[in-house]
């Protein structure tokens, strides 16, 4: 079995700008190279789970996301990050579907598809939708992204650089 360090994409890789669709509103966080090749080092595999109501909400397409997408594992390719997965869901929230977070239904997928150890893997949020869709399969290693610590939640951390000193093995 493999572990896991799952990321939501908006408000932890790169500023939160509302429905980020294009490369020049794609801004990475300070920080996020670095706490993610620590990760690497660690051996986890890097999984991207994001919620993409913008595409079921027409505000932008299944292909603008995907191009997006490209362009960020290239950048991060050039500093040697791998990311192994990005799982999104397009819905909007009426479509009552499986896979929008707070459900879990991409985290089943990932685990399925990567043969993931729950118990070893971590999730980083920004929201507690983020935290409550890793705890639906069981990921009790949740980091939440926040001034304030909300109910429920192992660590609570300001920056995505102090996760660092969670994550040490
Ligand atoms: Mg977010
Ligand atoms: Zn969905």
Request: proline share 2%.
């Amino acid at each position: 079995m493999q572990k896991a360090v799952f990321l939501d994409r908006d408000g932890v890789i790169n500023v939160d700008k509302a429905y980020v669709s294009k490369i020049e509103d794609f801004e990475f966080y300070e920080g996020v190279f670095e706490a993610l090749r620590h990760f690497q080092s660690l051996g986890y595999l890097l999984i991207i789970v994001t919620n993409q109501s913008g595409i079921g909400r027409g505000y932008y397409s299944e292909e603008d996301f995907q191009k997006l997408t490209e362009w960020m594992k290239e950048t991060l390719l050039h500093v040697k990050i791998n990311i192994d997965a990005v799982y999104h869901c397009p819905h909007a929230p009426e479509a009552n579907c499986a896979c929008r977070k707070p459900k879990s239904g991409m985290f089943e997928e990932a685990i399925r598809a990567f043969d993931i150890d729950v118990k070893a893997s971590w999730m980083i949020g920004d929201k507690p939708s983020d935290m409550e869709a890793a705890q639906g399969v069981g990921i009790d290693n949740t980091i939440l992204l926040s001034q304030t610590c909300e109910g429920g939640v192992k660590y609570c951390v300001n920056l995505i650089l102090d996760t660092i000193n969670l994550i040490q093995h």
